[in-house]
């Protein structure tokens, strides 16, 4: 992603995680897992498509508190996409560089997460 540098875990992983019996296995892999699916702390879909607008509507079901989706896309930047606004990558590491990003495709996570 274009100049993201806030921990980004992966989307299928994160909704393995909250909807089945594989826990354990990537909360010793992303720890901050377990405080996004408990609610203690927010997180942002990479990117806003299918995919994420699907999980994010499972995730809050979960109680997941997630509070925006990122995307490279331009045309989608400030919209609001399923009740929540899309924001550019540039927005999530200046104003919320501390906000796991669950992406549907990396597994990087920033080190202060670990």
Known sequence: MHGISEPQLPLEGV??????????RLISKYPVL???LAGRVPAILY???R????????????GVQVIAFGDSNPALWN????GLEVWAP???????????VLDRKSTRLNSSHL
Not at 51 to 62: T, Y
Not at 90 to 100: E, G, N, R, T
């Open 15 to 24: 909704l393995e995680l909250a909807l089945s019996p594989c826990r354990e």
């Open 34 to 36: 377990n405080d996004v």
């Open 47 to 49: 990117p806003a498509a």
């Open 51 to 62: 995919m994420s607008r699907e999980a994010a509507g499972k995730l809050r079901k979960c």
């Open 79 to 82: 919209k609001t996409v399923d």
């Open 90 to 100: 540039d927005k999530i590491a200046s104003l919320h560089p501390d906000v796991p």
